[in-house]
């Protein structure tokens, strides 16, 4: 008796999965819809082991494509093809007044069930807000096209949307700044800023740019990124409402003062919010469940509507004791909020946010107790004065999310700073340029650079100013996620059996930073960092001063010679390494110089940093040509022989 055979495609990776074409016949959609919807959902293309139709296709879950066949979003995609089909079908025929009324009745649609979907708790949508805080704030310091600069597109990015993107970028950094002690951690790099916060037990991480004029690649999908922000604008207005009334209890959005922000005022000076109590009862539909729509109107309305109110709240002026009155405020508004929640919890309404937290998110939140009092009291009872140099939008978020009482700083309008530079509060005036340029010199003020903030919030504590004051060189800019990957080592280490020779190397002013941390008085600087107790040459000075501190500091001297200084410099000291390789009795040369105790090893890693420094400073066609010729100097030493210079065609002859 012959076994019956399966059918085709009704087993095995056939069954399981299937095509992006087959996918499309089945969902009726166009491929710029598919990929849309897709992201929306948070469905992503699979890798079977048996590609039973090719190794070039892409391959989806069969139940994933069942899935998304029963998703409304399909039908208003279908509305939006047919309503762009009318709008250029009557531009094309002149018909300007039925465009005009067409886009007046421009389809909208709400991703406000794809945030209840893919996050069925606050936490859940707290733990994926790494990347829209990164996007948000990517998008919010983007050039705007025009004047022969290259950005983005307006079809894309209409500047309403980029304008919304700082909206929200602006709500989180005065989120931040009212609740001190979220902040743990940043680190200032070339790429901008890396910041690292902790909201009820869950760890975020995202980067801002530098505000500098930022030009979009044009290898990037702009249409993919745009799906991408869409998606992230409003689980990123998702999240600040709920931290807002819930956290803050205060009203979402906050106000802008207008007046303020056309006189160059800062984020505290030109925001301005109202607790729950002052606007009366809210309904128990928007303490649970407040319908976010993506329409560009209705978000555009909720900035541009706001206006001074009687029973405003302003959040920081010149002369008065904010801190503590913002504090109780927002106390006050949370108490009302809890009980708001108990009264719904009560009446028999389920959310996930009313349950109690599981028993390992209370003991993280025990444990983590303790670093957020401190960080949240850093900088409490201090006024400090920026000047104009500094990245003055992040150290006002980071001063204040680490409880700052004022922060002044230079504008146009001195009426917009709660400081000025005049006032007897200060007592750190923080500037990136020389002593001698610094108006309003005082001996009872400390005179300090930005990465005194920057290290003294990673640490915990206020590091000590002489290392930081202006006019020295700065100690190096430690990474504060570094001791997280010395911890791991050290545990991988202890499973090993080469764990009792073997050591985790901490970098020299690492270990001093523990020293000084621990209270000990007078710690004297390592060996390593000897050259931080000499002062920065400043640049009044003149150019005699400056050959004076290179000559006392060589160092410095070697680290701002030329490229081919330093590889002249480097072969000679291979050269000398190779030749008193074999004789025992001599002392290679690198031993006598000021890399004694160390290796050729680690002389030529210094010097290759040193050259891909100085590498970076050089523009991309300069750079292109350093690259040829260091590739042609190593052709020349492997063959012996130079290199004939070949001279290209130029084209269009």
Same mark, same amino acid.
């Given at each position: 008796?012959?076994?019956?055979?399966?059918?085709?495609?009704?087993?095995?990776?056939?069954?399981?999965?299937?095509?992006?074409?087959?996918?499309?016949?089945?969902?009726?959609?166009?491929?710029?819809?598919?990929?849309?919807?897709?992201?929306?959902?948070? #469905?992503?293309?699979?890798?079977?082991?048996?590609?039973?139709?090719?190794?070039?296709?892409?391959?989806?879950?069969?139940?994933?494509?069942?899935?998304?066949?029963?998703?409304?979003?399909?039908?208003?995609?279908?509305?939006?093809?047919?309503?762009?089909?009318?709008?250029?079908?009557?531009?094309?025929?002149?018909?300007?007044?039925?465009?005009?009324?067409?886009?007046?009745?421009?389809?909208?649609?709400?991703?406000?069930?794809?945030?209840?979907?893919?996050?069925?708790?606050?936490?859940?949508?707290?733990?994926?807000?790494?990347?829209?805080?990164?996007?948000?704030?990517?998008?919010?310091?983007?050039?705007?096209?025009?004047?022969?600069?290259?950005?983005?597109?307006?079809?894309?990015?209409?500047?309403?949307?980029?304008?919304?993107?700082?909206?929200?970028?602006?709500?989180?950094?005065?989120?931040?700044?009212?609740?001190?002690?979220?902040?743990?951690?940043?680190?200032?790099?070339?790429?901008?800023?890396?910041?690292?916060? =902790? #909201?009820?037990?869950?760890?975020?991480?995202?980067?801002?740019?530098?505000?500098?004029?930022?030009?979009?690649?044009?290898?990037?999908?702009?249409?993919?990124?745009?799906?991408?922000?869409?998606?992230?604008?409003?689980?990123?207005?998702?999240?600040?409402?709920?931290?807002?009334?819930?956290?803050?209890?205060?009203?979402?959005?906050?106000?802008?003062?207008?007046?303020?922000?056309?006189?160059?005022?800062?984020?505290? /000076?030109?925001?301005?919010?109202?607790?729950?109590?002052?606007? $009366?009862?809210?309904?128990?539909?928007?303490?649970?469940? @407040?319908?976010?729509?993506?329409?560009?109107?209705?978000?555009?309305?909720?900035?541009?509507?706001?206006?001074?109110?009687?029973?405003? +709240?302003?959040?920081?002026?010149?002369?008065?004791?904010?801190?503590?009155?913002?504090?109780?405020?927002?106390?006050?508004?949370?108490?009302?909020?809890?009980?708001?929640?108990?009264?719904?919890?009560? =009446?028999?309404?389920?959310?996930?946010?009313?349950?109690?937290?599981?028993?390992?998110?209370?003991?993280?939140?025990?444990?983590?107790?303790?670093?957020?009092?401190?960080?949240?009291?850093?900088?409490?009872?201090?006024?400090?004065?920026?000047?104009?140099?500094?990245? @003055?939008?992040?150290?006002?978020?980071?001063?204040?999310?680490?409880?700052?009482?004022?922060?002044?700083?230079?504008?146009?309008?001195?009426?917009?700073?709660?400081?000025?530079?005049?006032?007897?509060?200060?007592?750190? @005036? #923080?500037?990136?340029?020389?002593?001698?340029?610094?108006?309003?010199?005082?001996?009872?003020? /400390?005179?300090?650079?930005?990465?005194?903030?920057?290290?003294?919030?990673?640490?915990?504590?206020?590091?000590?100013?002489?290392?930081?004051?202006?006019?020295?060189?700065?100690?190096?800019?430690?990474?504060?996620?570094?001791?997280?990957?010395?911890?791991?080592?050290?545990?991988?280490?202890?499973?090993?059996?080469?764990?009792?020779?073997?050591?985790?190397? *901490?970098?020299?002013?690492?270990?001093?930073?523990?020293?000084?941390?621990?209270?000990?008085?007078?710690?004297?600087?390592?060996? /390593?960092?000897?050259?931080?107790?000499?002062?920065?040459?400043?640049?009044?000075?003149?150019?005699?001063?400056?050959?004076? *501190?290179?000559?006392?500091?060589?160092?410095?001297?070697?680290? =701002?010679?030329?490229?081919?200084?330093?590889?002249?410099?480097?072969?000679?000291?291979?050269?000398?390494?190779?030749?008193?390789?074999?004789?025992?009795?001599?002392?290679?040369?690198?031993?006598?110089?000021?890399?004694?105790?160390?290796?050729? #090893?680690?002389?030529?890693?210094?010097?290759?940093?040193?050259?891909?420094?100085?590498?970076? +400073?050089?523009?991309?066609?300069?750079?292109?040509?350093?690259?040829?010729?260091?590739?042609? =100097?190593?052709?020349?030493?492997?063959?012996?022989?130079?290199?004939?210079?070949?001279?290209?065609?130029?084209? $269009?002859?």
């Amino acid at each position: 008796m012959v076994a019956e055979r399966n059918k085709k495609g009704t087993s095995g990776a056939a069954a399981t999965y299937v095509t992006r074409a087959k996918a499309l016949r089945m969902l009726q959609l166009s491929l710029s819809d598919f990929r849309r919807l897709c992201i929306l959902k948070g #469905i992503f293309p699979r890798d079977p082991r048996n590609k039973f139709e090719g190794p070039r296709r892409t391959y989806y879950l069969k139940k994933d494509i069942q899935f998304l066949a029963h998703e409304p979003l399909i039908n208003k995609f279908r509305e939006l093809a047919a309503f762009r089909r009318r709008y250029r079908r009557a531009l094309a025929r002149g018909e300007f007044s039925q465009a005009a009324q067409a886009a007046r009745s421009s389809p909208v649609y709400s991703l406000e069930h794809l945030i209840r979907e893919r996050y069925p708790s606050f936490t859940d949508a707290l733990a994926e807000l790494d990347d829209a805080l990164t996007m948000v704030h990517t998008f919010a310091e983007i050039s705007r096209p025009g004047n022969g600069r290259r950005g983005v597109s307006r079809g894309l990015f209409p500047p309403a949307r980029l304008e919304n993107c700082a909206r929200l970028a602006r709500e989180w950094q005065l989120f931040l700044m009212l609740r001190p002690g979220h902040l743990r951690r940043l680190f200032a790099s070339v790429r901008g800023f890396y910041f690292e916060a =902790q #909201i009820e037990g869950v760890r975020i991480l995202w980067s801002q740019p530098h505000r500098f004029v930022q030009y979009v690649p044009p290898s990037v999908d702009l249409k993919v990124m745009s799906t991408f922000l869409e998606f992230h604008e409003a689980l990123l207005h998702f999240v600040l409402l709920r931290l807002y009334r819930r956290v803050l209890g205060v009203e979402y959005p906050p106000r802008v003062d207008r007046n303020a922000e056309s006189r160059g005022a800062l984020l505290r /000076e030109m925001m301005e919010v109202r607790t729950l109590a002052q606007l $009366g009862p809210i309904p128990e539909s928007n303490c649970i469940d @407040v319908p976010l729509s993506v329409s560009r109107s209705n978000r555009d309305s909720t900035d541009s509507n706001m206006h001074d109110s009687t029973g405003a +709240l302003r959040l920081a002026s010149a002369g008065t004791g904010t801190g503590a009155a913002a504090s109780q405020q927002v106390q006050n508004g949370t108490d009302v909020d809890e009980e708001a929640l108990e009264t719904v919890s009560n =009446q028999g309404t389920h959310s996930p946010e009313t349950t109690a937290p599981p028993p390992s998110l209370v003991d993280g939140l025990a444990q983590t107790d303790h670093s957020r009092d401190t960080l949240a009291n850093l900088f409490r009872g201090l006024y400090f004065y920026v000047h104009r140099e500094t990245p @003055v939008h992040i150290l006002e978020m980071v001063l204040y999310a680490c409880g700052a009482e004022a922060v002044g700083y230079e504008s146009p309008c001195t009426s917009t700073s709660p400081l000025t530079i005049d006032d007897d509060r200060i007592h750190y @005036v #923080i500037a990136d340029r020389p002593l001698e340029m610094l108006p309003s010199r005082r001996l009872d003020r /400390e005179y300090i650079q930005p990465q005194w903030v920057f290290d003294s919030i990673n640490e915990a504590f206020r590091l000590p100013t002489w290392l930081y004051r202006v006019g020295r060189r700065l100690p190096p800019h430690l990474s504060p996620w570094e001791s997280e990957l010395e911890e791991e080592t050290r545990q991988r280490l202890q499973h090993t059996d080469a764990a009792s020779s073997a050591e985790v190397q *901490h970098p020299a002013y690492r270990l001093y930073l523990e020293r000084v941390k621990t209270g000990a008085t007078s710690v004297p600087l390592p060996k /390593e960092l000897a050259w931080l107790e000499e002062p920065q040459a400043s640049v009044a000075s003149g150019s005699d001063s400056h050959t004076n *501190h290179l000559q006392t500091n060589p160092e410095i001297a070697a680290s =701002q010679r030329p490229l081919d200084a330093v590889d002249s410099d480097h072969e000679a000291t291979l050269d000398a390494a190779d030749s008193d390789s074999d004789d025992d009795g001599d002392v290679p040369e690198y031993t006598k110089s000021k890399h004694a105790g160390t290796t050729p #090893i680690a002389v030529e890693k210094k010097l290759a940093e040193q050259r891909h420094r100085q590498r970076m +400073l050089l523009s991309r066609r300069k750079q292109r040509l350093y690259d040829e010729l260091v590739a042609r =100097q190593l052709q020349e030493q492997k063959t012996g022989t130079s290199a004939a210079l070949v001279k290209r065609p130029r084209h $269009g002859r």
